[in-house]
């Protein structure tokens, strides 16, 4: 990484201010944001969500979306005015000299074309290359982007290609007229860690080959600072600093930017193993259940002890969903069973006592879907305190108020509100409080953080932590991602297209020698150090990341 | 020179008028991206409603009374068109303005964010409701009192075949029309009314039963609801009707019938509807979790899933309701729906569609059927507009 | 194999249908045959007619030779004109029910095939413009107008059209009194006062749901992907929009077809057009059952048909189906 700062300017913003439509009137985005960027050199822009990255990414194009419009300030594209240019001017730039990578490449991708058509439009439409030129290049840049079958794999349809392929054939697309900057609007943010990887390292060999300055936008501190020269921090459309990657990592210089990198530090003292005999709260022995004829889970077995948080990572489609659905006796198991404190559990929970069921209780990945929109916070916790405890009146109430307390939620302001009048961080805590009113040994703690911006998932596992440390709870903590594994998990489950490929202490899994995949999973995390994927890329070579890795195992 | 030709000359004529009006726009604006991003089309949709609005104001200028003495009933229904439109939107706009000051915090609320059209459509439901229940208050006559006149003219003048007595007229055997428009809300409004709450008592019921139990109920309801529904519903209701005026041994037993039979046909559409409806709550995650927490059939239904569904049920309501308001009418114009001696909208327009011819002699004369079929017509659309807004908001909502 | 599965299920429920329509006809009470002669009919009458329909035999057996004969094009003879050669006494030119429908039928599917003719075009043109210029003043406008006609009775619109097409401007005809040996021009003529009326309902109807799949398919990510890459306007609409709009459009114009079939039986009463639905509607008031069975039968199978069209036509429009991985 050069200074690049020393070259010229490319893209110039000044004090640039964006407004969208809701409600008949104008509400600001982004409130005065400035944005220099040199020819050929990468900048990251983070925030998260609600802080308008993406809006002013577009803007960088001279574009908006429907609703939204610039309402001041400046852009200026190599001495092109676009705030102010013609859409005829705007278009000659568009794909030409500016192009974009949208986050999902499936949708992005039209499914009546095939991607080499896809591909060629841009340099056809603007006249750089001719149909024939573009499709030969197409299939050069696939190659170079390490795409498999380079030379085929552009006559197919999007569906007929997997999502991280479609990814970088995206890429491919951005490439094909050569142009000056390319938006990267989170394009790995739907894809699978081991398959990111991919993706990231195929982007930085192409931008750097071809000296494209870029744009990158994402909310991931650690994906950043492997791709950007420099950062950017947003929020809620302002900006809260900006410097070089390094200096960023190492010395944040505002509160907000310091509090993201905290987040990552966040770690609980390590447990003493459980006792030999203990019996375990809850124990999957040999657990093989099916979605109508198709085996989804083969073989699973494992222990939770008391007060013990087990955490199960694995990919999407890897089962670790499933496993939780057969606890909670949603999906009865074909063959197998699960014990709550030494005692079979009924497989349906149809079948299950009232006792049984107040045991095990669940907390959802989507706050949205897991409170019924129409009951007030009060209800909602209310009723497994009636149903459960058969508490009404006043001692009902005294409860509700008590459960708001622990979840750190002042009862009196929050008792009457619907879901709807709470942030997603808060309505987490109501779905936690809900779980605890039932006062069970047992939380099944599915995705729980994966929806939230990194300071509110901080919060909501400091909770989890102390309420396990008060309460004696144990967890089930399903995930997948690594670091939220670090910072609360004791034990680790690894699980790999249904079936359990490791298992273990949280300090014996995070040292090596580990299972093939564990290593995979593990190392295709990114880190914070800028250099994490050079060096990474300089240990394994570029044939030893992602699909390719993982299809070896 | 034939209409056809005029025609053209016309379109030619605002074609050139759009692209002259937009190189003027660009000239004086000094290229603003208004007129400099403007398509041609859009231009020529400019110029197109222009001309229509010149027109429009000429021809409303123009003489509805001949020299002679002879009515123009183009022109004279013509301003009756454009009257109507402005007091409508003057009533909708004072409509709204009262709605915004007057009532609780909460509907004032929902006054100030209503568009014209609902506010209208709220108005012409509530007057429907009003002449619909106070029928008898309002009305000068029975609907059954037949008097001496018959084929009473309108108008009022005995100069002309009118009645003073009658405003309206008298209809083939004396009846009052003023009072029988009148009482046609009570029963047209009425029985469609009773019928729609019918069809969705019965659909709306089996068709959350079905999302909450799913397996064989929902496989055997939805199987019979898709064989009803492949047949068109007016020629399945048509079908019914026959066989049922073949049970019915007195004419307010058709009706009867006609109610029950809607019902039962409508409430194939009230049944996938609040099925679908129901499928997509019951797979939410508050449902899952009351489902864990081991809580009965009852309180999974009235509980957690019906309190979610009153938005798109309401809706839903209102479209059923024209629906079957609109069947009902064409039944009734077709001679099988509500039986006399039951005054309604659509057999007035059939009984008086003939008065149609007279229109260039006598326009009011010429516009009773129009008025009948308009009341109908009227009250759906009403009912159409509130029911956009009502869907429009709730889409809103959801972003 | 997913068309075979359609089609089969398209059978299916042409049958179920039928079966329907067959059981609701035999919950008359009284049988045929009292229809038929009438009330002062002696039981010996009554009971030979009996035989000759075979009405003394089960239910089922019943259906299915009900069902051959349909099959085979024998709608069996309607009741007027049963009573007709009744009363008259005998007399072989008794016309049955399928050549008292054919000519009928004919007449139905020239309306409808005019009316499609101008309205889908009409529609999807409109509905496209409204959608590429949302929420704009045409738009709105195109809303509220259309949000009117959906909502009007179907004579409500005719008779306007009658009151200034006919009436007020003769310009066209407004009963339209067809027959045979009539020139084309002629029956067009005639003709396309009830095609206009019938328009406006399946225009509004068809125009609304073009406008909502487009605006559905303008705000997925590939055509704004698609602007991005600097691609002209038109070209976004043609090459990007447009294949993919095609199975939502083919399912709006198949199912607003279908829907035609319904407001046939009222614009045909308005302008005495001389069709199945007119004839159905007078066979219902004379309580003409074979009629009536035979009507609601095409009518149903035209609705099926129709159905089974849009929805075979939007999988082989979907790219996903014709390359499958």
Not at chain 1, 291 to 305: A, E, N, P, T
Not at chain 3, 302 to 324: E, G, Q
């Amino acid at each position: 990484m050069t200074d690049t700062t020393a070259r010229p300017v490319l893209l110039q913003m000044r004090d640039i201010r964006i407004e969208g439509r809701s409600d008949e009137t104008w509400t600001p985005i982004i409130n005065g944001v400035d944005l220099t960027l040199h020819k050929g050199e990468v900048l990251g822009l983070i925030g998260e969500s609600g802080a308008g990255k993406s809006t002013l990414g577009l803007a960088a194009m001279g574009f908006t979306r429907d609703g939204v419009r610039i309402s001041g300030g400046s852009i200026t594209f190599d001495g092109i005015d676009l705030v102010n240019a013609s859409a005829e001017q705007k278009r000659q730039l568009l794909g030409k000299r500016i192009a974009y990578v949208a986050q999902s490449a499936a949708a992005s991708f039209n499914p009546a074309h095939k991607l080499i058509d896809q591909h060629a439009e841009a340099p056809v439409a603007h006249g750089t290359a001719t149909r024939a030129e573009a499709e030969e290049d197409g299939i050069e840049l696939y190659r170079k982007l390490r795409l498999p079958n380079p030379d085929e794999i552009g006559f197919r349809y999007p569906h007929q290609v997997s999502g991280g392929q479609l990814q970088r054939a995206m890429v491919a697309m951005a490439m094909s007229c050569r142009p000056d900057l390319i938006i990267f609007d989170e394009p790995t943010t739907a894809l699978d860690v081991t398959t990111q990887i991919e993706v990231l390292a195929a982007i930085r060999h192409i931008v750097a080959e071809f000296d494209t300055a870029a744009i990158y936008i994402t909310h991931d501190l650690a994906v950043v600072a492997q791709m950007a020269d420099r950062i950017k921090v947003l929020l809620r459309g302002d900006e809260v600093e900006e410097s070089d990657t390094r200096s960023m990592l190492e010395q944040p210089q505002e509160d907000y930017t310091k509090s993201l990198w905290a987040v990552r530090e966040f770690q609980r003292p390590d447990k003493p193993p459980p006792a030999v005999d203990a019996t375990p709260v809850i124990s999957v022995q040999g657990i093989t259940a099916a979605y109508g004829k198709i085996d989804v889970l083969h073989d699973v077995s494992f222990d939770i002890h008391a007060g013990r948080t087990v955490a199960v990572v694995g990919e999407s489609g890897s089962g670790k969903s499933t496993a939780a659905r057969v606890i909670t006796g949603l999906l009865p198991p074909r063959v197998g069973q699960v014990e709550l404190d030494g005692e079979t559990l009924p497989l349906d929970y149809r079948k299950r006592s009232k006792d049984q069921l107040r045991q095990v209780q669940m907390i959802y990945q989507m706050a949205d879907t897991a409170l019924n929109p129409r009951k007030t916070i009060g209800e909602i916790i209310g009723r497994p305190v009636q149903f459960y405890m058969g508490l009404r009146g006043r001692r009902k109430r005294d409860r509700v108020a008590e459960l708001l307390d622990q979840i750190e939620l002042p009862p009196e302001t929050y008792l009457d509100r619907l879901p709807s009048e709470l942030s997603g961080g808060q309505k987490q805590r109501i779905g936690i409080a809900r779980a605890l009113a039932a006062e069970p040994r047992f939380i099944i703690c599915d995705e729980v953080t994966s929806a939230l911006d990194q300071l509110v998932a901080e919060g909501i596992l400091r909770l989890l932590a102390r309420l396990q440390d008060e309460l004696g709870l144990s967890y089930m903590f399903i995930t997948h991602d690594l670091a939220t594994v670090r910072s609360i998990a004791d034990e680790v489950v690894v699980m790999k297209d249904g079936r359990v490929v490791e298992q273990g202490p949280k300090p014996e899994m995070f040292r090596p020698p580990h299972h093939p995949y564990t290593d995979l999973l593990l190392s295709s995390v990114p880190e914070m150090d800028p250099d994490w994927l050079t060096n990474l890329l300089k240990e394994r070579g570029v044939d030893d990341i992602g699909d390719a890795s993982a299809d070896k195992i | 020179m034939s209409v056809w030709t005029m025609i053209l000359i016309a379109l030619v004529a605002i074609a050139v008028a759009a692209w002259v009006g937009r190189f003027v726009g660009r000239r004086a604006t000094g290229n603003a991206p208004r007129f400099r991003d403007m398509p041609y089309a859009v231009a020529f949709g400019y110029a197109f409603v222009l001309a229509l609005l010149v027109w429009a104001v000429w021809y409303y200028l123009q003489p509805a009374v001949t020299e002679a003495g002879a009515p123009v009933a183009g022109v004279t229904f013509f301003r009756w068109a454009v009257h109507a439109l402005i007091v409508f939107a003057i009533a909708a706009f004072l409509f709204r303005l009262l709605g915004r000051h007057v009532g609780t915090s909460a509907t004032r609320k929902l006054f100030r964010h209503m568009p014209l059209t609902a506010a209208f459509g709220v108005l012409v439901i509530l007057v429907y409701a009003i002449l619909a229940i106070f029928a008898p208050l309002i009305a000068p006559y029975g609907q059954a009192v037949v008097f001496d006149q018959v084929n009473a003219l309108p108008g009022g003048n005995p100069a002309t075949g009118g009645n003073p007595a009658h405003p309206l007229g008298t209809d083939q055997i004396g009846r009052d029309l003023l009072s029988r428009l009148i009482y046609g809300a009570q029963n047209t409004v009425g029985i469609a009314f009773v019928t729609t709450l019918l069809a969705f008592v019965l659909g709306g019921s089996l068709g959350f039963l079905a999302a909450v139990l799913r397996g064989w109920f929902d496989q055997l309801m939805s199987r019979a609801v898709d064989v009803l529904m492949a047949i068109p519903s007016l020629i399945f209701a048509l079908l019914l009707m026959t066989i049922a005026s073949a049970w019915a041994t007195q004419s307010w037993m058709l009706t009867v019938y006609m109610v029950f039979i809607i019902a039962v046909i409508d409430s194939t559409r009230v049944f996938r509807l609040s099925r679908a409806v129901g499928m997509n709550i019951v797979v939410m995650d508050y449902i899952e979790a009351a489902k864990l927490r081991g809580e009965g059939l009852g309180y999974l239904i009235f509980r957690e899933i019906l309190p979610n569904a009153y938005a798109p049920l309401l809706a839903e309501f209102g479209l059923r309701f024209c629906f079957v308001f609109l069947t009902i009418a064409s039944l009734s114009f077709l001679g099988v729906g509500i039986q006399p001696p039951l005054a309604d909208w659509g057999t007035m327009v059939r009984d008086l569609a003939q008065f149609i011819n007279f229109a260039a002699f006598s326009p009011l004369t010429a516009a009773l059927p129009i008025m009948a079929a308009g009341a109908i017509a009227l009250l759906t659309v009403a009912v159409n507009f509130v029911v956009d807004w009502m869907l429009h908001r709730s889409s809103g909502l959801k972003e | 194999m997913i068309i075979a599965q359609r089609l089969a299920l398209g059978v299916l429920t042409l049958i179920v249908v039928s079966m329907v329509i067959f059981g609701a006809v035999s919950m008359l009470p009284g049988d045929f045959a009292e229809a038929i002669l009438g009330q002062g009919a002696t039981p010996q009458a009554v009971a030979a007619i009996r035989r000759d329909l075979g009405l003394d035999e089960p239910a089922i057996l019943r259906y299915f030779s009900w069902l051959g004969d349909t099959l085979r094009g024998d709608l069996g003879v309607s009741y007027a004109q049963m009573n007709f050669q009744s009363n008259m006494g005998g007399g072989d030119n008794l016309r049955t029910v399928a050549s008292q429908i054919a000519p009928r039928f004919a007449n139905t599917m020239f309306l409808a095939g005019v009316t499609a003719c101008i309205a889908v075009p009409f529609a999807v043109g409109l509905g496209i413009l409204a959608a590429l210029f949302r929420n704009s003043a045409f738009d709105k406008a195109a809303n509220v107008s259309t949000l009117s006609s959906i909502s009007s009775p179907e004579f409500f619109l005719a008779y306007i059209l009658i009151l200034f097409l006919a009436v007020l401007n003769p310009v066209l005809p407004s009963l339209s009194n067809i027959y045979e040996g009539m020139t084309l021009s002629e029956r067009l003529e005639k003709t396309l006062l009830p095609a206009l009326t019938l328009t406006l309902v399946v225009t509004a109807h068809m125009m609304r749901m073009t406008r909502a799949a487009i605006i559905n398919l303008l705000a997925s990510p590939y055509i704004e992907m698609a602007r991005l890459k600097g691609v002209s306007p038109m070209r976004v609409i043609v090459r990007h929009a447009l294949p993919n709009a095609l199975a939502p459009i083919i399912n709006v114009v198949a199912l607003n077809l279908a829907y035609l079939i319904t407001g046939v039986v009222v614009v045909e009463v308005v302008f005495v057009y001389p069709g199945i639905g007119q004839l159905f509607v007078d066979s219902v008031k004379n309580r003409d059952i074979p009629v009536v069975q035979a009507c609601c039968l095409i009518f149903a199978a035209a609705y099926i048909l129709l159905n089974l069209t849009a929805d075979i036509l939007s999988i082989l429009s979907n790219p996903r189906l014709r390359h499958p991985k």
